[in-house]
């Protein structure tokens, strides 16, 4: 069944009646947060590489993400594989790691990999769900995530007012 969704899937993007929309607000977010200098990108997800790649390209998002992690390179979640492996190819820490999801797995997986949690309303999830899987907060548009990496990371009151 799973082979069967994955060949459905691809046949339909090929034939142009698949496309997955960003989300207002995520390409200028990423902008933002591409242009720091102490900022790295990464994916986790339960995507197939080959959907991730979809979706970059559909997007004009190459280059954006260090580390991209996947279902098919790791555990799936909530088990923090993808995250400990993000950190191991990128050298981050942990206190400086936060994973960013719409899913309760997404914030268990953070709290496994013992990284923050931020948790967003428009996605899959209620935000019940996210709290009660340990999300330090939850956003409910792409114009908050900034500031809110801003207080998680330390950043100072000016450069998140400068950056949101």
């Keep these: 069944m799973a082979e069967a969704y994955r060949q459905s899937k691809v046949s339909r993007r090929l034939a142009g009646l698949d496309h997955d929309p960003l989300y207002p607000g995520a390409r200028e977010t990423l902008d933002v947060l591409s242009a720091r200098d102490d900022v790295l990108l990464g994916i986790a997800t339960g995507k197939a590489m080959r959907g991730v790649r979809h979706m970059q ?3 004009g998002l190459d280059g954006r993400f260090v580390t991209i992690q996947t279902a098919d390179k790791a555990p799936s979640k909530p088990h923090p594989g993808m995250i400990l492996q993000a950190m191991a ?3 981050a820490e942990p206190s400086r790691t936060v994973m960013i999801g719409d899913t309760d797995f997404d914030m268990e997986m953070a709290r496994a990999a013992g990284v923050a949690g931020l948790g967003v309303s ?3 999830h209620p935000r019940a769900r996210l709290e009660a899987a340990g999300a330090v907060r939850i956003l409910d548009r792409f114009d908050e995530l900034v500031p809110a ?3 998680l990371l330390g950043w100072s009151d000016m450069e998140r ?3 949101a």
């Design 57 to 59: 390209e559909s997007h």
């Design 89 to 91: 190819e990128t050298g």
């Design 122 to 124: 428009w996605g899959y």
């Design 149 to 151: 990496l801003g207080v």
């Design 161 to 163: 007012r400068e950056l």
